[in-house]
Every structure is written in C-alpha cells, then in structure tokens.
C-alpha cells in the first residue's frame, strides 16, 4: 500500500483535470418515450455546445437525429428547454440559429416548417389528429417593443406558417397538454411580475374539429399558487402538481369542478420552471405514476398508486432525478448519485432493475479521489436554519501537514431559485481533489425545501442570500473543518450577484470569481429580457418606485467597501447579465489598486457551454486564487493576466 504524500491543501495534483470536464462531459435533459424509442438532448460542450437529439431504438442502437451544423435549441425566455416533440420516428425541433421549427425524418435533411421571421418556438406536443403542433411562440417582429408570447398551432405540411394563435392576453405561456382524445387541450400561463414559481394559472379548453379552443377556463392556480406540469392520464383525467400548501404536491381534477390530492407530503414534487420541459412524474399506465419528489435537497424515486391514492417508495442508488418519460412497465430519467454521474437511466418496473443508458461523463474516477458531501442544516439569521452540502478535501494520494485547515470555496447557484444537488460533480471534485473544501450554499430562496424558504428570499436579495453563504463558512470554521483566513467565494449569474454583494457588504471571504454575475441591480431592471424583467419587483421591489433599494444593494454603487481580489469570466453575448455589468467592476477595481482579472468569451451566452471555455474558466479561477493565497499548483494551467498584483 502507498503511503499519501504530505503536501499543503490546495497543492495536490489530481486526475480531474479541465481537460477532462470539458472534453469529456455532456449535458444530459428533456427525456421523451415515443414508442420503443427512448429520446433526450445531449449538450456537446466539444461541438461549441451544439445540442442534439439521440434516439435509442428499440434494439438498442444509438444515434444522433438532427445532423451537423442543426442546433436542437429553442431562445423563447433566452433559456430555452421544450427544445422538440417526436412522433412515430419523426422530430420537431427549434433551430438555434435561425429559430425556425424544423421537421426530421430519419435520413432526410431537416425541413423548415415556419417562416424565417423573428420569431421563436418551444415546448412543442404533437396534435396528430389535426396534423400540426402546439406550442410556446415568442414574437420578437416589432422592434423596441417587448416579445409578445402566445400559444399558436403550427401546420405540418407547410413551410411558412409561423402559427395560428390559440391563446393569448398573457405574458406567459407554457406546457401546453393535449388530451389523449384529441378534443381538450391544457396550458399553463402567468403574467407581470410574477415568474412561474410565484403563481401561475392552469387553464382548461375544449378543441373543436377545426382546431380552434372553445370554453376556456382557469380550473386552479392564482397569483400565490405555482401550477407545474400539468399531464393527462390514459384515462383522461387532468393531473398537475401545486403548492397551496406550501409545498409542490400532486392533484387532479375531479367530476365536482374541483380538483383532489393525491398524495400530501412535505415534500417538492415540481420545481422552479427556469426552462421549458422540465418533468417530475410520469404515467406507466392510467393507474400508476412513476415519480420523484425532493426532501431536504434529495430526490426520491416512487410509485403512485392513483386508485387508492397510495405512495410507495422505490429503492434506489440515486439522490438526484429529474426529466420523467414513462411507458408500460418502464421510465427513464436523468438522475446521479454523490458517486455516480448524472445518467440517463432505464427502469424497468417489473424487475426493479436499472440501466444505465448514457453518462455525462465516461471517465471512470477511483472513489477514493471523491468527496462524499456532508448535508448541512445550520443557523443563520433570524432564528432559521440554512441548508448546505458540504464536501470536504479528498485525494487518496495526499494528506495534508498535522495541524492544516483546508481552504474553503463558497459557492452560491444561479437563479436565485435554483439549487444545489447531491449529483456527482466533476466541477466540484476538481476542487476538493487538489486539496481545497467546498460548501455549496442553499441559501433562503432556492428551491426543494417548500415555498416558504422560497419566499425568504422576497425583498431580501443580496441580503438573505449572503447571511446564508456567511453563516455556513462562518459555522464550518468555527468547527475547525476549514481555514478561516482562506476563505473564498465564487457563483454564476445570480450566484455571481450574491458573490459580489459577500464580498462588498461582508469582511467574511478573502477572494471570490463572479461568472456572468450582476453587479448593477438597477442597470438589470432596466436591461434585462422579457422573461426576468418583473422578477426583482418581488425581490428588491417594483422600479423605479424602489430604486433605493436597487442603488444599495448594488456592489458597483459601493466599490470603496470592496477590498479583496476578484475574477471575472463573462460571455460577450449575454442577453441576461450583458458585458457592461463585469466591465464596471473591473474598472473600478483597477482604479483602486485591487488584485483583479477579466475573461472574456467569445460567442458566449449566458453560461458557457464550449469545452475551450468552461476549461478555461476552471482553471482561470484555480490559477487567480493560488496567486492570490501564494501556493504552488502541482499541474501547469494557463495563467491569467491579474492586474495590481504585488
């Protein structure tokens, strides 16, 4: 047996290395069953970050659908999802660079179906009985004015129908469903300021011969009420998932005009609808449904019984599932585990036996190079209890000098609503596996512990957030698990904000990087897109009348209270957060005299997507905090060019 080798935290070399996140990574969503064939998108970071959609046959056979240069990609609220439909073999599917709808049969090359106008098409479902689609249309063709969303219908046999509008009045609009029948036909709208996780509407219509909606009517939901995926049983009965209770839980209508429960449990079975398409249950059959359900950021896989009303728990090795197809006698989905990668995965009822199908990642890691997260519950203000996972350093190769606390990385997740999962991440063990510990905050606001934590969040941003992020290095140091005078922060878009709000307004972190991160609050309410540009009324308040609150909760109003190092990686074609946001802190900060970076990509969005970047943005960070802490890097990586460094 070798003995580990005795070296400072932060020093270690380590076999997960950028090169092989990036290259050898995937993004995996937007699982359908379509007969034998089992669908789902691959995000290809080594194609620029083209998406494709993969058909696994009935024999098992895999292949690509829509063929180079086509981009399974829908803009419709810029984060897109809902990206294509399939039926009988055939795709459907939003071109990234033109945002026309496409049709795919196999062997042939993809055919428009809608015109080349400024307009976008998502979350499609076939409506086979009238040869056409149903979907999310975002009207982009009057310029200076904001997109107008509808629901259209789409024409199957022609090239340039942009879509004959169905619904309309709302800002919002999604999940459209079709009953089995073909005749009612279910969607989901919201308006200004709300986003769908504050109150949505869940609207029920008759389809006429011709196609046209008939006797409309919001059957649930409101202003403080968040509908989720509605979906339709085999046998026609309309299900969808709510939080009345405070919790996403499972109902459906019922003979009365009403709806019923089917099963209560303080537990999320839905959640924040950041991108179309997103799915937490499945029906096997009329009575069973397939689901998964998070408590206290940890999913769950289980079988409802929809006749008795009857939840039963399945064992599995997973902690994080997602994007549910079901068919008779099987599901698929995406999950991973805090030793297994997020997958694509086949259950088969009947036997209780899962397959692995595809891999985020085929890189076979030795576990004892992974660190295990610790599940944090600890206090932070106003007598509540944040959440975290905790992952400290792990390297079978190494130990650290007796007497040695690791450094410890903050990382704060986008959205803010989002959340951080318990899903092997190759991102995160890039860190912990040279030596430096990682909290991965679920600070008040995020999603998978009930509405109410959600809405901690409401009129605190920037204030709530960073306590939770304080409290939990402030509650590991205290510990002794880390080093209190290595203390460092980091987080994109949202996250990136709560990342510079720290380390503004707070003394607690000694370094951060912001990736994409706002720095303006107010420039955000001005500038945004459509999608987001009501969200901070429920999380500063309304503008102007709040601007205030806008001007004191932005770091680039206060740059004289920032004295520690800062990062910055910013995609050039970022609509949500634009350039001009890091630009302004960097400035500043060269002005002061501050240690600071700037990177900037290229033909990047809002997030980073192409393998050379996300390379590049990883070891961009590690490199600028080894600079800045005075530790030597056991693994070359490209160095940053960091300004008013002594």
């Not at 026609?236 to 099963?263: A, K, M, Q």
């Not at 998964?292 to 289980?302: C, D």
């Amino acid at each position: 047996m070798e003995q580990a080798t005795t070296a400072p935290f932060g020093t270690w070399r380590s076999p997960i290395t950028s090169d092989l996140i990036a290259g050898g990574s995937i993004g995996l969503n937007q699982l359908r069953i379509d007969d034998q064939d089992i669908y789902w998108i691959e995000m290809r970071p080594m194609e620029k970050g083209r998406q494709v959609i993969v058909r696994r046959d009935g024999s098992g056979k895999i292949s690509d659908v829509n063929p180079l240069p086509f981009n399974a990609r829908t803009r419709v609220h810029e984060y897109g999802g809902g990206d294509y439909a399939t039926y009988r073999g055939t795709a459907f599917f939003s071109n990234f660079l033109d945002q026309r709808l496409y049709s795919q049969v196999p062997g042939q090359t993809p055919r428009p179906i809608t015109p080349a106008v400024a307009m976008r098409y998502a979350d499609p479902v076939i409506d086979s009985r009238r040869q056409r689609l149903i979907c999310v249309r975002e009207d982009h063709t009057t310029e200076g004015q904001e997109a107008v969303n509808t629901l259209v219908a789409v024409r199957l046999g022609q090239e340039q129908d942009p879509g004959t509008v169905l619904a309309s009045g709302s800002d919002f609009y999604s999940s459209p469903r079709i009953s089995g029948d073909g005749k009612q036909l279910a969607w989901l709208s919201w308006r200004h300021p709300n986003m769908p996780w504050d109150g949505t509407e869940l609207w029920l219509a008759d389809l006429d011969n011709d196609g046209s909606i008939a006797n409309a009517v919001c059957v649930a939901g409101g202003l403080e009420e968040s509908i989720f995926q509605p979906e339709w049983s085999p046998d026609g009965t309309l299900y969808f998932v709510s939080d009345r209770t405070g919790w996403w839980n499972l109902y459906r209508l019922n003979g009365r005009g009403g709806s019923e429960p089917i099963c209560q449990l303080k537990a999320e079975f839905g959640m924040p609808q950041w991108v179309f398409g997103m799915s937490m249950y499945a029906f096997e059959s009329a009575d069973r449904i397939v689901c998964s359900y998070i408590q206290k950021g940890v999913s769950q896989l289980a079988v409802i019984d929809t006749r008795r009303n009857e939840l039963r728990k399945i064992d599995s090795p997973y902690t994080d599932i997602t994007y549910l197809s079901a068919g008779p006698g099987r599901a698929v989905f995406r999950a991973g585990s805090p030793l297994q990668l997020p997958s694509i995965i086949h259950f088969d009822l009947a036997q209780n036996r899962f397959e692995v199908l595809r891999k985020s990642n085929d890189l076979e890691i030795d576990p004892k190079y992974i660190s295990v997260p610790q599940l944090l519950d600890y206090p932070t203000t106003e007598g509540v209890r944040a959440h975290g996972l905790f992952y400290p350093p792990q390297n079978k190769d190494y130990r650290a000098p007796d007497g040695e606390r690791p450094p410890l990385l903050v990382k704060s997740h986008g959205g803010p609503t989002s959340s951080a999962v318990t899903a092997l991440s190759l991102a995160t063990q890039y860190w912990t596996s040279r030596g430096i510990a990682v909290l991965d905050v679920n600070y008040g606001g995020s999603g998978g512990f009930g509405r109410p934590y959600r809405e901690r969040l409401n009129g605190n941003w920037g204030v709530v957030d960073v306590d939770d992020c304080v409290n939990g290095a402030r509650y590991l140091s205290d510990r002794g698990e880390v080093d209190d005078k290595r203390l460092m922060i980091t987080g994109g878009s949202a996250g990136g904000y709560t990342t510079l709000c720290a380390l503004t307004f707070r003394k607690s972190f000694r370094a951060g990087a912001s990736h994409f991160g706002v720095s303006d609050a107010e420039a955000l309410a001005r500038e945004t897109h459509k999608f987001e540009s009501r969200y901070l009324d429920r999380l500063f308040g309304p503008y102007p009348e709040c601007r205030e609150i806008y001007r004191d909760r932005s770091p680039i109003n206060f740059i004289e209270k920032l004295s520690c190092p800062v990062v910055f990686f910013q995609g050039l074609d970022d609509k949500v957060v634009p350039a001009n946001q890091a630009l302004l802190m960097v400035a500043a900060l060269r002005k002061k005299g501050i240690p600071v970076a700037y990177v900037a990509f290229e033909g990047e969005q809002h997030g980073f997507r192409q393998a050379k970047n996300i390379k590049r943005s990883l070891d961009g960070e590690l490199y600028f905090y080894s600079r800045i802490f005075g530790y030597e890097l056991a693994q070359d990586v490209e160095p940053l060019q960091i300004e008013n460094l002594a």
